[in-house]
């Protein structure tokens, strides 16, 4: 088999978008792979949507309709932020410590 230039089409924080657009790409015959915080046991964070770089014209025409592409000199400030999930989780351990030492200093 030849080796298949893989080019980045778009990247978003929503896994469910990401399946969706991968398998409009799929049902237009095009080969398609999706990499970042798609899967696993804890899926979070952006999700990378590549394509062959020969498709990568017809991939783009073809989400145009449904999704605002960012040229690839801009860059999209919504990525610097951390995950909502993150911000909880982190949230949730400072909690529980400042319980854990109130409760050590007022025993």
Avoid at 12 to 26: H, N, P, S, Y
Avoid at 51 to 71: H, K
Avoid at 72 to 90: G, I, K, M, Q, Y
């Amino acid at each position: 088999m030849a080796d298949v230039r893989m080019v980045r089409l778009l990247t978003t924080l929503d896994q469910f978008e990401a399946r969706v657009l991968v398998a409009r790409l799929g049902a237009e015959g095009m080969l398609w792979e999706l990499r970042g915080g798609h899967d696993g046991p804890y899926p979070m964070g952006p999700v990378h949507v590549y394509v062959e770089a020969d498709d990568l014209t017809r991939a783009r025409e073809l989400v145009a309709d449904t999704a605002e592409l960012p040229a690839e000199d801009e860059h999209d400030a919504s990525f610097n932020r951390p995950p909502l999930t993150l911000v909880l989780v982190v949230v949730g351990i400072a909690a529980m410590a400042v319980i854990s030492l109130a409760r050590v200093l007022l025993s």
